[in-house]
């Protein structure tokens, strides 16, 4: 029996071959030391482990699709290289994430020059080669969500990233500490700048509050007095059954007497 990667017909040695793929639920180092020993779908299954949440992050920084699926393309072009460089001193998510925003970084410095207003998202490109589902806006918030990004695009890259990361993506102060390459009260002091600053320029989007409207006040309904009844005249109310029959004049003879004396 040959050995994998000899010839059997007594030729020269060949490489090794590279396994056709990696393990399904091999974790992320190892598809990257796998990579890093030739494994040539080893990091294509790392990226498509991740590419939702990197492709995420790219197009909340930037903003604009192209923009993103570019960033997201160079930051892989890099990890892909610098694979062999990793010290495994951060989880290989957080590696990747630090990667993708350092690009995105770097698109937002050379660009600074020339702002320019990012379309409003919402509609997955097929074509850009990230593979990702594109986080989207309902239709109706389409105008809503232009400001808010037009005013993530006027703060400092740094507030900026750390805000997306924090606020937007939901990732913890620690792990975007981590991803930023900075200390966790950097992480902290970032976020309240930004969110001050947004606050400034997105105060007009707070629904006012709607004072609140008096209940109105149901009027007590006064008892009706019942009828003053007089010396001869006994007390008849509503509901009273007692027939009228007994009741007497003024002069205190029923009207049967005055009949009689008539007659």
């Given amino acids: 029996m040959g050995v994998p990667g000899e010839r059997t017909t007594g030729g020269p040695v060949g490489p090794p071959v590279a396994s056709s793929a990696p393990p399904a639920g091999a974790a992320d ?11 040539r779908h080893a990091f294509a299954e790392l990226f498509h482990r991740h590419r939702d949440r990197l492709w995420a992050v790219a197009l909340r920084t930037l903003g604009d699709r192209e923009e993103a699926a570019d960033a997201l393309q160079d930051a892989l072009l890099s990890a892909h290289r610098a694979a ?24 937002i410095r050379r ?16 074509d850009s080669g990230t593979g990702g589902v594109e986080p989207a806006a309902p239709v109706q918030d389409h105008d809503t969500a232009l400001v808010v990004r037009q005013a993530l695009a006027e703060l400092p890259p740094e507030q900026r990233a750390a805000l997306i990361l924090v606020d937007v993506q939901g990732y913890p102060v620690a792990e975007v500490a981590r991803i930023l390459g900075v200390a966790e009260g950097t ?13 400034t320029q997105l ?12 209940e109105p006040q149901s009027t007590p309904q006064r008892a009706e007095p019942a009828p003053t009844a007089g010396p ?32």
């Fill in 232 to 263: 001869n005249v006994p007390a008849v109310t509503r509901g009273n059954p007692q027939s009228p029959e007994g009741v007497r004049s003024g002069s205190g003879r029923s009207r049967r007497d005055v009949h009689q004396e008539d007659a």
């Fill in 187 to 199: 992480v902290k002091s970032r976020c309240a700048r930004g969110r001050a600053r947004l606050a």
């Fill in 111 to 126: 660009r600074q020059a020339h702002p320019t207003v990012p379309l409003p998202d919402g509609v997955r490109d097929t």
């Fill in 29 to 39: 180092l190892d598809l990257l030391h796998a990579h890093v020993a030739g494994d």
């Fill in 203 to 214: 105060g007009h989007l707070r629904p006012r509050p709607t004072p609140p409207q008096a």
């Fill in 84 to 107: 062999g460089r990793f010290r495994g001193d951060s989880a290989v998510t957080t590696w990747l994430h630090r990667i993708v925003v350092n690009a995105c970084l770097d698109r």
